[in-house]
């Protein structure tokens, strides 16, 4: 069972992103997300997706960021636009899946810095 993630890097201000994370080795996914860790704060959730499709944002991160997924290639994706300073972290990806059992996964995160 592995998570890739990739899309991670510098950008100014008001700038985009595109994150991806690529799971293999599941069976089942129930429930895909993404997390950020900010220097010296702890993680938060940023966006979530159900199998079924609904979805869940941080109040920081709405009408900016969008998340998606596709379930054929077990990818979840996050597009971040309107990008500020304050969203610079390391983010992960997670998901709730089932191999043997369900349980949560956790990708190796990327670094997204956001020059002011």
């Known amino acids: 069972v592995q998570l890739q993630a990739s899309g991670g890097g510098l950008v100014q201000a008001g700038g985009f992103l595109r994150l991806s994370c690529a799971a293999s080795g599941m069976r089942s996914i129930s429930v895909m997300g993404w997390y950020r860790q900010a220097p010296g704060k702890q993680r938060e959730l940023v966006a979530e997706?159900?199998?079924?499709?609904?979805?869940n944002y941080a109040d920081s991160v709405k009408g900016r960021f969008s998340i998606s997924q596709d379930n054929t290639k077990n990818t979840v994706y996050l597009q971040m636009d309107s990008l500020k300073p304050e969203d610079t972290a390391v983010y992960y990806c997670?998901?709730?899946?089932?191999?043997?059992?369900?349980?949560?996964?956790w990708g190796q995160g990327t670094l997204v810095t956001v020059s002011s």
């Open positions: 997706i159900t199998s079924g499709g609904q979805l």
């Open positions: 997670r998901m709730y899946a089932k191999n043997l059992l369900y349980r949560e996964y």
